[in-house]
Structure formats: structure tokens, C-alpha cells
């Protein structure tokens, strides 16, 4: 007899309304231990790039990286702000920020460095897959509907 799955939206609306986290498990809520050269080295395996299973065994397994640990570092400790909310995160501490595709690669982007953008978790978690102009457009979209005035602050001179 096969085993049906539960409905992924039937769960969220469970844990909604028990007010409890998504999951004690969830690595977005881990504290990582070792420093920052451990953190970026964690953040830094998702942008690994991730070949065909013959490709993975022809190399041994190993990982194949578009930048290496020290330039990531230096990205991050030269500017600790999210790239979309502007706020200043420590990055020392693991749970203050992730690392995100600022172009999702389910839209193209690559794991490059100049596509990894270092986010607050909550930003990050917002952003989803969308790209940066969909959020926007959806945070005035949920401004609007729920009553306040959007203006666009940009200096054009």
C-alpha cells in the first residue's frame, strides 16, 4: 500500500498555527562553531558547483568552487550589510546572515562570486527565488493592500 505524503501546505498551516518553528533541524537556526573561517567555509558550499553523478565519482566526490574561502571572507568583512535591506549584520555570529543567489539559479544565475550577496536571514528567507525587483514589487503590492502610500524615493537629477 503506498504511503501518502503529507500536504506541504497543510504543515505550514499546522505550524502557523502552533506558533512553533518550521523545524528544530532548520540550518538557517543552527549556530555554526569554529569561527569565521568555519562560517564562510559552511556558507561558502552553496555555491559549489555540482556536476552529473559520473562527473561527482570521476573527481573523487571533491567540490568544485567558483571562489575560495579567503576572497568570500574578504567580501563579507569588507561590507557586513544585507545587500537588501541595507541592515548591518556581525559576521561572526552564523545566525545573523546567510549568503544568497542574488540572481536565483532557477532564473540563471550562477555561483560566482559576484552573485552571492550576504542577506539577513529574514531577508533571505523573504527573497525566496524571486529576484530582487519581484520582492519589491511584491512588498508594494502588501503596502498598498494593506493601506499605505508608496512613494518612490530614488534621486533622479
Not at 81 to 91: A, S
Request: charged letters at 30%; aromatic letters at 6%.
Amino acid at each position: 500500500m503506498a504511503r501518502n505524503k503529507p500536504c506541504p501546505i497543510l504543515k505550514k498551516i499546522g505550524r502557523f498555527k502552533e506558533d512553533r518553528p518550521a523545524s528544530k533541524n532548520n540550518h538557517c537556526e543552527r549556530r555554526i562553531e569554529g569561527g569565521i573561517n568555519k562560517i564562510i567555509n559552511v556558507r561558502r558550499n552553496q555555491f559549489s558547483i555540482v556536476g552529473s553523478k559520473a562527473e561527482r565519482r570521476a573527481s573523487g566526490d571533491k567540490r568544485n568552487y567558483m571562489f575560495t574561502n579567503a576572497e568570500l571572507k574578504q567580501k563579507i568583512l569588507d561590507d557586513p550589510h544585507c545587500y537588501i535591506t541595507g541592515e548591518q549584520f556581525d559576521p561572526y555570529d552564523s545566525t545573523q546572515w546567510s549568503l544568497d543567489h542574488i540572481l536565483p539559479k532557477s532564473r540563471g544565475g550562477t555561483n560566482d562570486l559576484a552573485n552571492a550577496g550576504q542577506t539577513t536571514k529574514m531577508a533571505n528567507q523573504m527573497k525566496s527565488s524571486m529576484t530582487l525587483e519581484e520582492l519589491l514589487n511584491m512588498c508594494e503590492k502588501i503596502l498598498v493592500h494593506n493601506g499605505y502610500e508608496v512613494k518612490n524615493m530614488t534621486n533622479e537629477n
